[in-house]
C-alpha cells in the first residue's frame, strides 16, 4: 500500500488553527479531505511537525558533484576512467557513468567516435 502524500506547513497551519477556532477532528478531516488519525496526530505531537526522511540507502554524490561529472563528460570530454581519477571524492566508475546517463549525455569514445545523446529508453 503506497504511502499517502507528506502534510505541508500551509496544511498543518490550518489543522492548528481550525482546532484554535474550536473545529472537531471529524470536521477538520473533511474540510481537509485527510484522515482522522493524521489530524489527532498533528493535534497531540509535543514538538513541531516535520515529515520524516524516507529510508533508503543514501546518494554517494551531492547535485554539485553530480554537475561537475556532467560538466567533464561533455565540454571537457573526459571518459569516465578519467573523471574517476580526476574526481576528489571516491566513487567508482559505475557511478559516473550513471550519472552521465542520467543527463542525457554519453561519455566520449577513445576510438575518436561522435557524442551520442542517449534516448529515454536507454
Known amino acids: 500500500m503506497p504511502k499517502a502524500s507528506q502534510l505541508s506547513n500551509e496544511e498543518v497551519s490550518k489543522i492548528l488553527h481550525l482546532k484554535f477556532l474550536g473545529k472537531t477532528v471529524k470536521k477538520i478531516s473533511k474540510l481537509l479531505n ?8 498533528i493535534l497531540t505531537r509535543k514538538t513541531p511537525y516535520e515529515p520524516n526522511r524516507r529510508s ?6 551531492v547535485i554539485r558533484s553530480d554537475r561537475r ?9 573526459m571518459s569516465i576512467h ?3 581519477r580526476a574526481s576528489r571524492l571516491q566513487f567508482s566508475k559505475n557511478t559516473v557513468r550513471r550519472r ?10 577513445k576510438n575518436g567516435s561522435q557524442i551520442t545523446t542517449l534516448k529515454a529508453s536507454h
Open 56 to 61: 533508503g540507502r543514501p546518494r554517494v554524490t
Open 34 to 41: 485527510r484522515s482522522k488519525s493524521i489530524i489527532y496526530r
Open 100 to 109: 552521465i546517463i542520467k543527463s542525457g549525455y554519453a561519455p566520449p569514445r
Open 82 to 84: 578519467e573523471i574517476t
Open 69 to 77: 561529472i556532467q560538466r567533464m563528460s561533455s565540454s571537457q570530454k
